[in-house]
């Protein structure tokens, strides 16, 4: 069954979530210890971006170019206001072609929209978006889970994760070495991994 692109219910709640989602919690750590891999003015794909703060709008400070994908055009569009040298493609994460590949892949807070049958593909649509030695910024749940809640402005979202061994294995299978699998808060993982295929 093909579960439909969590993205289309945030343009329902665009402007309400880009207001709450105002400050930091982990990322900006997190995008340091990314930022130590990368040379100065790489390409990152940001995957998930929803309105650029606070992923994108960080990593533009420190000068990196910045494409991110959402399902929400209408956080697409407040991107786009608010940070205007990043570009936007608006799509499904688990569909959506590109015809680029980039020095690296962030997703925060996207994957876990996404059902456990597609997250094996999505580490392989990770890979394939990375040039090798590319380095991947991923977070996931920190155990097997799924279900559904309207926690986010009342809007019923769905939310999964598998087993962290399972990320392992795909990883491993997808040609990826991890570098780090942290927790940065309760029940959720940060991975950063390297393409060598
Ligand atoms: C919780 S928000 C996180 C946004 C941003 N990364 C952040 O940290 O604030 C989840 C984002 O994933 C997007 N999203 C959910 N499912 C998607 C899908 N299947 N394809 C594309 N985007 C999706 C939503 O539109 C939303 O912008």
Not at 22 to 49: V, W
Not at 159 to 183: R, V
Request: charged share 25%; aromatic share 12%.
């Amino acid at each position: 069954m093909t579960v439909e692109n969590e993205g289309k219910k945030y343009d329902l709640i665009a402007s309400a979530y880009a207001e709450i989602r105002n400050s930091f919690a982990t990322e900006q750590q997190y995008l340091d210890l990314l930022m130590n891999y990368l040379k100065p003015n790489s390409h990152i794909l940001d995957i998930g971006c929803g309105s650029g703060f606070p992923i994108a709008s960080y990593l533009l400070q420190h000068e990196f170019q910045i494409t991110g994908i959402d399902g929400s055009k209408e956080l697409l569009k407040i991107a786009k206001i608010k940070y205007p040298p990043m570009k936007t493609v608006c799509g499904d994460i688990r569909t959506l072609e590109l015809n680029e590949k980039f020095d690296a892949v962030v997703e925060w807070w996207c994957l876990f929209h996404i059902p456990q049958q597609d997250h094996e593909k999505m580490i392989l649509r990770f890979a394939n978006w990375l040039k090798p030695n590319g380095i991947l910024e991923f977070t996931t749940g920190d155990q097997e889970y799924e279900g559904k809640n309207s926690n986010m402005l009342n809007q019923e979202l769905s939310f999964y994760s598998l087993d962290p061994k399972q990320y392992e294995k795909y990883l491993h299978n997808a040609g990826f070495k991890i570098l780090l699998c942290e927790s940065d808060q309760d029940q959720h993982l940060v991975w950063i991994a390297k393409y060598e295929p």
